[in-house]
């Protein structure tokens, strides 16, 4: 049952549900304590996979096609349907071992959904964004699934070897069988291009500049957004001097102030204002300056420059797998020059991420940075590229500082899938926050100061 259901989750990323690994979990949990009948499973599995009311629709049309008895799914089956026998289907399957990605093409079903799931081709399936690229990019996806392979396996080897298995004739039904079944998978290719680009085509139409991810603006809307960043920090900066007046002024002490009147019969000629004093916390930011996150650090690089004051000490580092301060940098240089050496050259940013080795360096070189006053905002998209995660040592440092704060600029639905450590991170955080686009990042900023 967990296969069968492993294979409707993968049905669903397919159709472009976000499922991330803790989420297939919670499925197969709650599979568990329901149980298996039809619509309460059905009732159990969307709490958990389906995020937007306008998305059940579609969920549940594709429950229904994947749980309901009909044509066979399994290739086996769908041969046996078409009239050949099991000593012919299992000479096929012997053939097919070896773990050849056009075996699993050749099966079809739910093989070739764990395909089109691979980061490789969702990448090139994300990159096809106008019409004019389809053809382009539907050559590609078919490469990237070796079907050219597949097609010259069935007249070459596959085609001699059946032929020795099971017969001349037989072998050339079957191997017809088969390209029918590539034909399909190919018809499928298309099919989930073209659902892309219509998508990417509404979203290019209902997105404004709050709501656009961070990392597909265009130069005009990167400037928008850093004119929006600059606005931002001056109402935040105003809207401390307010607080500041009126901390000035003290904080009403109403048993002193009872106390006093008692001199004029109890009646309050003076209010007793006691002092608030209200420390300013120190800053340390961590950002990761890497390829696929460095669109969002600038951003936030330039926010933080601009909201210095509201700190006692800001101090801000970058990191791919080395980590180094710039905190010099935006004390030297105009915040453009500033935020550009400090995103792009300072510590080698076009390598890999290590996140792991970027923590225990920053623990160990950088320990005075971090002390119970300060506030530790980390900035990356906890993508590990499969090497020790570091968590332990997050957990060290928010043991040490007066919170440590998680800005991921990818949506919550993607932690844990692959190589993202996110899910680890967040258990050692104080806070996690989606960071994608405009909008998200004004919430954390105001998350920061508040």
């Known amino acids: 049952m967990l296969q069968v259901l492993d294979d409707f989750l993968f049905r669903l990323r397919r159709d472009g549900f976000s499922v991330s690994t803790t989420q297939a979990i919670d499925v197969a949990r709650a599979a568990r304590e329901v149980g298996f009948d039809k619509g309460v499973l059905r009732e159990a599995i969307a709490c958990v996979v389906v995020d937007r009311a306008e998305r059940r629709p579609r969920f549940n049309q594709l429950f229904e096609e994947f749980f309901t008895p009909g044509a ?5 089956a769908r041969l046996l349907a078409q009239g050949f026998s099991q ?136 400037e928008q957004v850093r004119q929006a960043v600059r606005r931002l920090a001056e109402r935040l ?31 309050p000629f003076a209010q007793v204002r006691v002092d608030r004093r209200r420390e300013r916390p120190k800053l340390a930011i961590l950002c990761d300056v890497s390829d696929s996150v460095r669109p969002v650090a600038a951003f936030m690089l330039e926010l933080v420059y601009a909201l210095q004051e509201l700190f006692e000490r800001a101090r801000s ?53 971090v002390d119970r006053r300060t506030i530790v905002v980390i900035l990356g ?38 190589d993202s450590a996110m899910p680890a991170y967040a258990k050692q955080a104080t806070r996690v926050l989606e960071v994608t686009n405009a909008a998200d990042l004004e919430k954390a900023a105001r998350d920061l100061v508040g």
């Open 87 to 222: 000593d012919e289907i299992n000479a096929l399957q012997e053939i097919l071992e070896g773990g050849e990605r056009w075996a699993a093409l050749m099966a079809g079903g739910a093989g070739l959904d764990h395909l089109l799931a691979r980061d490789e081709l969702q990448e090139l399936l994300g990159l096809a964004q106008t019409p004019s690229t389809r053809g382009y990019y539907v050559h590609r996806l078919l490469e990237a699934l070796a079907l050219p392979t597949a097609r010259s396996a069935l007249s070459a080897r596959l085609s001699q070897e059946l032929a020795e298995a099971i017969g001349w004739d037989r072998a050339q039904e079957l191997m017809q069988a088969l390209g029918g079944q590539l034909d399909e998978v190919e018809r499928l290719v298309h099919a989930e291009l073209d659902a892309r680009l219509v998508q990417a085509e509404e979203e290019r139409e209902s997105r404004t500049l709050e709501t656009a991810p961070l990392t597909s603006l265009s130069v005009e809307e990167r």
């Open 237 to 267: 900066r105003g809207a401390l001097r307010v607080r500041n007046r009126h901390r000035r002024r003290g904080r009403l002490d109403p048993t002193r102030t009872v106390r006093r009147s008692l001199a004029s019969g109890g009646v």
């Open 72 to 76: 066979p799914r399994d290739l086996a």
């Open 381 to 418: 998209d906890g993508r590990t590229n499969y090497q020790a995660s570091g968590a332990e040592v997050l957990g060290r440092i928010r043991e040490r500082a007066k919170r440590v704060l998680w800005l991921c600029p990818e949506p919550r639905a993607q932690w844990g899938m692959g």
């Open 317 to 369: 580092f970058v990191f791919v797998s080395d980590v180094e301060e710039v905190t010099r940098l935006f004390e030297e240089e105009p915040v453009s020059t500033a935020v550009a050496r400090a995103a792009s050259s300072m510590v080698g940013a076009r390598g890999n991420s290590s996140y792991g080795r970027a923590l225990r360096l920053f623990e160990g070189r950088y320990r005075d940075a």
